[in-house]
């Protein structure tokens, strides 16, 4: 368990700060920037729970303990010494993607075939939404590139691309089933 009686320490005044495993890194490094966007994604995700209700917000509250989880994973690096770790790191698994998968195919099950891209916008919920997919896409290419450097956990690279899916759909949702997408009206404005 997690015990924060103090929070500023003072270790990071020189710009570095430690992983979870106690190494010290720059806080501009790539597995720092990967943890830090998740973090930032899961505000968001906080952000668009104030306009969610009932089984988007139970969803959504989901997603922002299962974005704890990929922080948690991504600063542990030394994956090669899990199974030697007195108490194995966290991990994200596949279940928790299936998980993501399964909501998208029940609220897609519902929206009418796009026939234009999908602009941000309609309600208030589902521009949040539409906010977080861009930050989770972003995360993910974060992680794409600490995964080119470095060994990760390859299930958060997964998690990441189908969770911005997953805000996609559900920004379809949160617009009445799609009724009230703004669609994109190619060269409408010359």
């Not at 974005?67 to 994973?73: K, N």
């Not at 189908?162 to 190619?186: E, K, T």
Request: hydrophobic share 40%; glycine share 6%.
């Amino acid at each position: 368990m997690v015990v924060l009686n103090k929070i500023y320490t003072r270790t990071g005044d020189k710009g570095d700060t430690a992983l979870g495993n106690g190494e010290r890194v720059a806080k501009h490094a790539a597995r720092v920037n990967a943890y830090g966007t998740s973090d930032e994604l899961n505000a968001f995700v906080g952000v668009a729970r104030l306009k969610a209700e009932g089984e988007m917000n139970q969803a959504l509250a989901r997603i922002q303990n299962d974005l704890f989880d990929l922080g948690a994973d991504l600063c542990r690096p030394e994956m090669d010494q899990d199974a030697k770790a007195e108490y194995p790191p966290l991990r994200v698994v596949a279940s928790q993607i299936d998980r993501l998968e399964a909501e998208i195919d029940a609220m897609n099950k519902d929206l009418a075939p796009l026939r234009s891209f999908v602009l941000p916008g309609g309600s208030a919920l589902s521009a949040h939404l539409h906010v977080c997919r861009t930050v989770a896409r972003r995360a993910e290419r974060l992680t794409t590139d600490l995964a080119s450097a470095e060994d990760i956990n390859p299930v958060t690279v997964k998690y990441l691309n189908r969770l911005s899916d997953w805000f996609f759909v559900a920004s379809r949702v949160a617009n009445q089933n799609g009724a009230g997408d703004v669609l994109w009206v190619p060269g409408a404005n010359r």
